[in-house]
């Protein structure tokens, strides 16, 4: 059975950065994509960036581009989201999802001075 759980969460000032984890427990199929959403309080969940599992080919949502970087350490079996010059509206619940299927619990990340 394959899950996911998140870590690296916090408050950081306007401008800040913050490195989120997501470990992979299991082994994901070779064609699996890995993904950030993002979710605030009586929205919908928001799609921030994904990755495949076997190749290097990052994709972002235009709000973040060249503010987050997703990346991959396979031998650690885990996903980074790194959000740099993070705005307050960058505040939500983030959560690491394995094809849309398998979900972490979310970790709060919370942009304010």
């Known amino acids: 059975q394959v899950r996911v759980e998140e870590s690296g969460g916090g408050l950081v000032q306007p401008g800040g950065a913050l490195k989120l984890s997501c470990v992979v427990y299991?082994?994901?199929?070779?064609?699996?994509?890995l993904t950030w959403f993002r979710q605030t309080s009586g929205t919908e969940r928001e799609f921030v960036a994904g990755?495949?599992?076997?190749?290097?080919?990052?994709f972002y949502t235009g709000s973040v581009k060249g503010r987050f970087t997703i990346s991959r350490d396979s031998a650690k079996n885990t996903v980074y989201l790194q959000m740099n010059s993070l705005k307050p509206e960058d505040t939500a619940v983030y959560y690491c999802?394995?094809?849309?299927?398998?979900w972490g619990p979310g970790i709060q990340v919370t942009v304010s001075s």
């Open positions: 999802t394995i094809d849309q299927t398998f």
């Open positions: 990755i495949g599992w076997s190749a290097n080919d990052p």
């Open positions: 299991g082994r994901p199929s070779d064609d699996a994509v």
